[in-house]
């Protein structure tokens, strides 16, 4: 049987419900493109760490109400100077201000230990495809597509885009795609690495839950470890690497989870993951 809880995000610019385990957390400013906005950030920053850190949730599915995902900063707010205090900033406090602001969302949904994924009904641009980009896995629909889209502001990029856009597609497209800021549509995404897969658009949301539904059913702390293999792949050096990973298989060979799991392999049945160490 389902069960659904709804989650307070102190806004109705950000939805969250745990089902099955899977928090599904939409952005809900529909009329902006789902545009970033004072209330909506911070909300989304507080998710993200509240289900991260709750034993309750086994996955994260970040999506956006309406037909985009998330259209990045507020263009037109930005020479609004709506807050006297960060006027009154200096440029040093003004760095500080932006790099905690980023370490608190792209930084914690990247540091999560669970299964991330963003599913994409629409436009992904700017903050906005970095916020996807942090995820571990990306679907779109078909009608999706993502612009960098700082060029077109006279921008260089912020919430680490120009990272985790370069160890998706590589150097060369990485380059491509911030200098021109072009449209890039849902097809060339998972031609280039992107997005993971693209499905019609009635489907994004069922299968985008699907999946985040088996990942959060699956071994909790195998899952972990994985993520943690994944991220020093990117850092260490082979030898390193390799090392860590052993010591990470050698403990998961202890755990109920394995038991279970080779258990069900014998029996010729379905897992049931407890979490257990």
Request: net charge neutral.
């Amino acid at each position: 049987m389902t069960t659904e809880t709804t989650v307070d995000t102190g806004t109705n610019e950000l939805l969250c419900v745990i089902r099955d385990r899977v928090a599904v957390i939409t952005l809900n400013r529909p009329e902006a493109r789902n545009s970033l906005s004072d209330t909506l950030t911070p909300a989304l920053r507080t998710m993200i760490r509240t289900c991260g850190e709750d034993p309750n949730v086994g996955a994260l599915l970040i999506t956006g109400a309406g037909e985009a995902f998330c259209a990045g900063g507020n263009v037109k707010g930005m020479g609004a100077h709506r807050d006297p205090k960060k006027l009154e900033m200096s440029l040093e406090e003004k760095v500080a201000d932006l790099q905690e602001r980023q370490r608190l969302l792209t930084g914690a949904l990247v540091s999560v230990r669970k299964p991330t994924i963003a599913a994409l009904p629409g436009p992904a641009a700017g903050a906005g495809l970095a916020i996807a980009m942090a995820c571990d896995i990306r679907i779109a629909a078909q009608s999706a597509f993502v612009a960098t889209g700082y060029a077109r502001i006279a921008l260089s990029g912020d919430y680490g885009i120009a990272w985790l856009l370069t160890r998706l597609v590589g150097t060369a497209r990485a380059r491509e795609l911030m200098f021109t800021g072009d449209k890039v549509d849902a097809a060339r995404c998972e031609a280039i690495g992107l997005v993971n897969r693209v499905v019609p658009d009635d489907k994004l949301q069922t299968e985008a839950f699907a999946l985040a539904k088996s990942l959060a059913e699956g071994p909790r702390l195998a899952l972990r470890y994985m993520k943690d293999n994944l991220d020093e792949a990117l850092q260490f050096d082979f030898e390193t690497a390799r090392d860590h990973e052993a010591e990470r298989l050698m403990r998961l060979t202890t755990t109920a989870d394995h038991k279970e799991a080779v258990q069900a392999f014998i029996e010729k049945r379905k897992a049931v993951f407890a979490g257990g160490g």
